[in-house]
């Protein structure tokens, strides 16, 4: 099946020409990522979505990714997703409904809090984060983003990722006393917004459950097994993981370090097991790739090669991904407000 998968897709790409482009995010599998036109991180698809001249727009990857597209591409354009059942859990620890009252309760206070959503939220999430003047980030660029957000109120409301944003504060120089957990219970009910008051960073309670499996005992680990060894990590690691890790970036960033490593050496890395083969496999003549851990992402897994030639098969029929006007509008000015702070 995979052979025949692989010619159906070839022939279609053929046939459909440049009316077809077919995106990849990182963290699919190699035999997904060989049929893309184009590959990166959240940050760099985004990016390439607006230029984008293509009827269909295949995207392989999660639901909130397709969701992105379509809000970017054009409105005779179609985004079709083959695994529309790809979700992320990071994403639906972030209910629209519970910031929305989080939202409402911040808003009653004399401080104005900017919400900073990072990439890996639905499409409900940004376009709140849209209305209440807020933008969107990926982890590439956490930093100008937080940044960005800090500057246009007294503080900000960083979710779902708390890793990601005590990371970030970290990088940004923002103290530990000035940062605080939004007890989000209750549908956001039990939050004192008075407590909020001396704090710069409210961080939403969510992580990755992929990277959530790294640990500093395994970098330990490596320190004496392999002292030589250098370790990059990805900042949806725990704030003690990328603390002992050599380095801490996206996925576009952890494969500029692999690049810019000197021929025999040996890097451990702490993301999803797909990039991290790939890495191996591109550079086994060079340097010495490993896991910091082996932990895969089974939603980025529902998008097979099979299923990707199913879809492209089936494109006329296949059923687009839409958001409503209500959201797009918002969440469009969110995921705009980042593209223009990141030109």
Request: charged share 25%; aromatic share 4%; net charge neutral.
């Amino acid at each position: 099946m995979t052979s025949n998968s692989t010619q159906i897709i070839t022939d279609i790409r053929k046939q459909r020409g440049s009316n077809l482009v077919i995106m990849g995010h990182h963290y699919q599998h190699d035999r997904v990522i060989l049929h893309t036109d184009l590959r990166g991180d959240s940050l760099e698809l985004a990016r390439q979505v607006p230029s984008l001249k293509a009827e269909y727009i295949v995207f392989c990857g999660v639901q909130f990714m397709a969701e992105t597209a379509a809000m970017l591409a054009g409105e005779e354009q179609k985004v079709i997703i083959p695994a529309p059942d790809a979700g992320c859990i990071m994403s639906n620890m972030a209910p629209a409904h519970i910031l929305d009252c989080v939202m409402r309760r911040l808003s009653e206070t004399d401080r104005r809090v900017i919400p900073l959503a990072y990439v890996n939220t639905s499409a409900a999430i940004k376009g709140i984060v849209g209305r209440y003047g807020g933008s969107v980030c990926t982890s590439a660029n956490a930093k100008t983003m937080l940044d960005w957000a800090m500057k246009r109120g007294d503080s900000v409301l960083f979710l779902p990722d708390q890793n990601l944003g005590n990371n970030t504060a970290d990088a940004l120089g923002i103290p530990a006393e000035k940062r605080m957990v939004l007890d989000i219970r209750n549908g956001g009910r039990d939050m004192n917004p008075a407590q909020t008051a001396d704090k710069r960073l409210l961080l939403w309670p969510g992580l990755c459950a992929i990277h959530e499996r790294f640990r500093e005992e395994h970098i330990d680990e490596i320190r004496q097994r392999d002292p030589d060894a250098l370790v990059i990590v990805h900042p949806e690691c725990r704030p003690g993981v990328v603390a002992k890790a050599d380095a801490a970036g996206s996925t576009s960033a952890i494969i500029t370090f692999v690049d810019n490593a000197l021929p025999g050496s040996t890097i451990y890395i702490g993301t999803e097991i797909n990039l991290v083969e790939r890495l191996a496999k591109a550079n086994r003549d060079s340097k010495r790739i490993r896991p910091l851990r082996p932990s895969s992402c089974r939603n980025m897994a529902k998008t097979t090669e099979s299923l990707l030639a199913e879809t492209l098969m089936n494109l006329e029929t296949s059923e687009p991904v839409r958001v409503p006007d209500d959201v797009a509008y918002y969440a469009r000015i969110a995921l705009e407000r980042m593209l223009e702070a990141c030109a």
